[in-house]
């Protein structure tokens, strides 16, 4: 049986590209391992929060850090199941340098039965001083449709069959 | 025309001139309307805000990026500021999907001191009564006697 994270490994592009928001902001894969993800976000001109600065909007940091967050959750679990964010912390350590990309690291440090809990860091030039640190809880088998990633795998013929759990997940 | 009359459409062009200096609420194509001094930000649905097409709901990133931008609006028209508020911390609290509709958020500031505002955001859909996300939040302010 292939675990989540094996595909997301082989297939990175495709589940990023499968989040229209995802691919509209440009997103990339850097790595992903076992519940570990590195995500990062390209400088773009439209993305720019305060024309004053021309740094990256807080926002785009935000969707990153949910996003990074979100994959580091799928790449911990056994089998496919569809989560979803009950909060998002975040604290916004200092600007983003002007014209710089900006890179989310996420550890899904602890997974439950029903709950995922994640610590992560967005960051333009070095992990060790972080534009922002989050922290963040996910819900598992959040509702009863399939995820991006499942999808995918599904019609590309990776999938393995569905955990027994989602079948009585929550409408 | 009245002052006050006066006084609306100037508080109306600043909140425009507001948005439309911000490229990514440009990108996102987030609205607002006032009444009185009292904001509802508007973000029509758009296929590029979805998150996960297979339900489809729209990306928690981008309700979280909403409401911190209403946060940051309704700071910059009741506040008199020179330059925008920062995000010291935002805590968002996801309450239901978003689903591929339009998204309505009101902030309410509940202190700005000389230095830092603490910001609560809700979001909602069909009715405010069930919000889809709420935001807690504190700015740095940049006031006018601090620049």
């Given at each position: 049986m292939t675990r989540p994270v094996d595909m997301m490994r082989q297939l990175a592009p495709q589940v990023l590209m499968a989040s229209p928001h995802a691919a509209a902001i440009g997103m990339e894969v850097v790595s992903i391992d076992p519940a570990e993800a590195v995500l990062k976000v390209g400088f773009r001109p439209?993305?720019?929060?305060?024309p004053d600065t021309g740094v990256i909007a807080g926002g785009v940091v935000t969707a990153l850090l949910d996003h990074t967050c979100g994959q580091s959750v799928m790449s911990a679990l056994d089998s496919y199941q569809p989560i979803a964010t009950l909060d998002l912390r975040i604290d916004y350590m200092r600007p983003a340098g002007p014209g710089l990309a900006i890179f989310c690291h996420a550890h899904c440090y602890k997974v439950t039965r029903s709950v995922a809990f994640v610590r992560a860091q967005a960051y333009d030039l070095d992990r060790e001083d972080p534009v922002a640190t989050a922290q963040a809880a996910f819900m598992l088998n959040a509702n009863s449709a399939m995820s991006p990633a499942e999808t995918i795998a599904r019609a590309l013929g990776h999938a393995s069959p569905a955990s027994p759990s989602s079948a009585e997940a929550k409408a | 025309m009245s002052d006050t009359g006066d006084a609306a459409l100037d508080l109306d062009a600043r909140l425009a001139e507001i948005l439309q200096r911000i490229p990514y609420a440009r990108f996102l194509g987030v609205r607002a309307e006032l009444a009185g001094d009292e904001m509802t930000a508007v973000l029509p649905f758009s296929?590029?805000?979805?998150?996960?097409?297979?339900?489809p709901a729209i990306h928690g990133g981008v309700i979280g990026a909403f409401m911190e931008m209403t946060a940051v609006a309704q700071l910059s028209l009741s506040q008199g500021l020179v330059r925008q508020p920062r995000t010291i911390d935002v805590t968002v609290e996801y309450l239901r999907s978003g689903r591929p509709r339009t998204v309505f958020a009101r902030a309410m500031i509940k202190r700005a001191g000389r230095r830092i505002a603490n910001v609560h955001v809700e979001a909602w859909q069909e009715?405010?009564?069930?919000?889809i996300a709420a935001l807690h939040g504190h700015f740095l302010l940049g006031s006018r006697d601090e620049v």
């Open positions: 439209d993305l720019v929060g305060d | 296929q590029h805000l979805i998150g996960n097409p297979t339900l009715t405010r009564a069930a919000p």
